[in-house]
């Protein structure tokens, strides 16, 4: 019988000599039973060597010591502080710097990427898979989660859905009901809703939600 914390390791280790999503994938499906050990970069190292680095951008390096060894208090202030520092650059850009970081005045986007990578690396070591909320909201900024296409596109169907449910219930209770009417009862311009529905798509939607509840009432509270 074979020695599982043994296969584990020979696993994982196969793993890290190439740690590509395709390897990855591979090994998965060939030992669903096994945990992987996915921590492939050697935090202490790149902290010993981006020290200097750290302190001009008035990051503390005993609290990323701390977010390198899965400290969560630690890594929820760090992923704060590496926001604080995005947020400045962010600023200085709107005002014509947009130079800073190939200049190295200020925090350059690899180097969020990989302290980011260091941080899931150490939760992974570790064996502690709960991420603070911190460090998710960072991940979702780089990702560019809430500024993605993907999101542009629900939020405009949420906003879209609520406008036809809006004209909807106006014309139920006899009140009038055009974009305008709509518009002013979501408080955005009218132009706005427009763009939301194309050509007589409006009122097509619009009667099509009265007829569906005229044949399916909502229940009553």
Do not use: C
């Amino acid at each position: 019988m074979s020695d599982p914390a043994a296969e584990q390791k020979r696993i994982s280790k196969n793993f890290k000599k190439n740690p590509s999503i395709k390897h990855y994938v591979q090994l998965r499906r060939q030992y669903p039973d096994v945990e992987i050990e996915v921590a492939t970069n050697r935090g202490m190292d790149w902290l010993s060597h981006n020290y200097q680095l750290l302190e001009e951008m008035e990051i503390d390096t005993m609290l990323v010591a701390g977010a390198l060894d899965a400290d969560a208090a630690d890594m929820s202030e760090l992923s704060l502080r590496i926001m604080e520092v995005l947020i400045a650059r962010g600023e200085l850009e709107v005002l014509g710097d947009t130079h800073l970081q190939s200049r190295g005045k200020s925090i350059r986007d690899g180097f969020v990427n990989y302290s980011i990578a260091l941080m899931l690396d150490a939760l992974s070591w570790k064996d502690v898979l709960e991420v603070p909320r911190d460090l998710i909201v960072l991940i979702k900024h780089v990702l560019g989660a809430e500024t993605s296409n993907e999101a542009e596109k629900i939020d405009t169907s949420n906003r879209r859905f609520n406008a036809l449910y809006t004209a909807a219930h106006l014309r139920k209770n006899g009140k009038s009901s055009t974009m305008a009417d709509v518009a002013r009862a979501m408080g955005v311009s009218r132009s706005t809703v427009t763009r939301w529905f194309p050509e007589d798509e409006f009122e097509v939607e619009v009667q099509r939600i009265l007829d569906w509840e005229r044949k399916f009432p909502p229940l009553e509270d």
